[in-house]
Nanobody, 124 residues
Framework: QVQLVESGGGLVQAGDSLRLSCAAS????????MAWFRQAPGKEREIVAA????????YSVDSVKGRFTISRDNTKNTVYLQMNSLKPEDTAVYYC?????????????????WGQGTQVTVSS
């Protein structure tokens, strides 16, 4: 069982940066594949980025490549999403998720544990 708590969201202007954090409980945190998803009003949830157990392999959706970076610190049971050059279209609720699956899971239904979400709003 893993509990996830996100933090770091807020209201920023276009071009600004934010760093989201997701703190996980449970001694088996390092055995989970982690990801960030987002859901904008009226839109379907989409994956933003994912990271493997050791942190050496990552995935990011094309719309955030070069701007967002996912990382994890297994000593702190925390996964991060560094978001630079934010755009108004990045406005959404961002969710942290965890799965025991292997490979590179990118679909929401592949993830078992979810945080409560943190709002990111980017004004133009």
């Amino acid at each position: 069982q893993v509990q996830l708590v996100e933090s770091g969201g807020g209201l920023v202007q276009a071009g600004d940066s934010l760093r989201l954090s997701c703190a996980a409980s449970g001694r088996t945190y390092s055995t989970y594949f982690m990801a960030w998803f987002r859901q904008a009003p009226g839109k379907e949830r989409e994956i933003v980025a994912a990271i493997n157990r050791g942190g050496g392999i990552t995935y990011s959706v094309d719309s955030v490549k070069g701007r967002f970076t996912i990382s994890r610190d297994n000593t702190k049971n925390t996964v991060y999403l560094q978001m630079n050059s934010l755009k108004p279209e990045d406005t959404a609720v961002y969710y942290c998720a965890a799965t025991p699956q292997f490979g590179m899971p990118t679909r929401g239904n592949e993830y078992v544990y979810w945080g409560q979400g943190t709002q990111v709003t980017v004004s133009s």
